[in-house]
């Protein structure tokens, strides 16, 4: 059973720092890429950063780049979402996920609430 647990969210000032983790089970976590995403009311969710199975490349957002860092550590199920230079914009639930091809299936955690003020 696939399972990713978010964690790291909370309450921070404009300009400060939080990090996001997430703990995945159930499937073989190394050969699969994942991503964060974010949804904020009342809007779309979107791709905030991916990251690919081995950690070579990572992909981000231009609301996020150059802020926002994403990692991983195979050796723990984890990846992580490292948020510098947070903005009140960065408001939002945000996800990891990743996609099972041969189960054609996209998982998604539960979320972990970021709120950032002004």
């Known amino acids: 059973q696939v399972q990713l647990v978010e964690s790291g969210g909370g309450l921070v000032q404009a300009g400060g720092s939080l990090r996001l983790s997430c703990a995945a089970s159930?499937?073989?976590?190394?050969?699969?890429?994942i991503s964060w995403y974010r949804q904020a009311p009342g809007k779309e969710r979107e791709l905030v950063a991916t990251?690919?199975?081995?950690?070579?490349?990572?992909i981000y957002a231009d609301s996020v780049k150059g802020r926002f860092t994403i990692s991983r550590d195979n050796a723990k199920n984890t990846v992580y979402l490292q948020m510098n230079s947070l903005k009140p914009e960065d408001t939002a639930v945000y996800y990891c996920?990743?996609?099972?091809?041969?189960?054609?299936?996209?998982?998604w955690g539960q979320g972990t609430q970021v709120t950032v003020s002004s």
């Open positions: 159930g499937f073989t976590f190394d050969t699969y890429g």
């Open positions: 990251i690919t199975s081995t950690g070579d490349r990572t």
């Open positions: 996920s990743t996609y099972i091809l041969s189960r054609k299936v996209r998982y």
